[in-house]
C-alpha cells in the first residue's frame, strides 16, 4: 500500500512464477493444475479464468488487510483508490461494502 497525495494505490503482486492458491479445502484450484505460464500474457490469464471463473484473493482478504487500508487512506473512506491487479478479487466490492467508494480497477 502506498497513499501517494490524493490517491491511495493498492499494489498487489501476486504473480511470481510458481505462485500457486488453494480453494479455501487446502486443494489445488484446477487452474494451477493446467500449467500455464503467467509469461503468456492475455492467453494464459484468459485460459485460466475459463477453467475457474470463481473470484478469489491471491494473497489476502479485506480483513487482513482492513488496517493497511485505513492507514494509507488516512481513515478518509473518500479517498481515491486504484487497485493495480485486481484480476476477479473480491476485495474491491468488500472495500466499497465497508464505505470506499471511489475505487478503480485494473
Keep these: 500500500l502506498q497513499a501517494s497525495s490524493q490517491r491511495l494505490v493498492l499494489a498487489v503482486a501476486a504473480m511470481a512464477v510458481g505462485a500457486s ?37 491471491w494473497l489476502e482478504s479485506f480483513t487482513e488487510l482492513e488496517s493497511l487500508i485505513k492507514e494509507a487512506s488516512g481513515g478518509k473512506q473518500d479517498a481515491a483508490i486504484l487497485h493495480i491487479g485486481c484480476g476477479n478479487s473480491p476485495l474491491p466490492e468488500a472495500m466499497y461494502d465497508h464505505g470506499y467508494k471511489d475505487i478503480t480497477n485494473i
Design 21 to 57: 492458491s488453494d480453494n479455501g479445502q487446502g486443494q489445488k484450484r484446477k487452474s494451477d493444475e493446467v500449467g500455464y505460464d503467467y509469461g503468456n500474457g492475455a492467453d494464459y490469464w484468459n485460459k485460466r479464468y475459463k477453467a475457474d471463473p470463481k473470484p478469489f484473493e
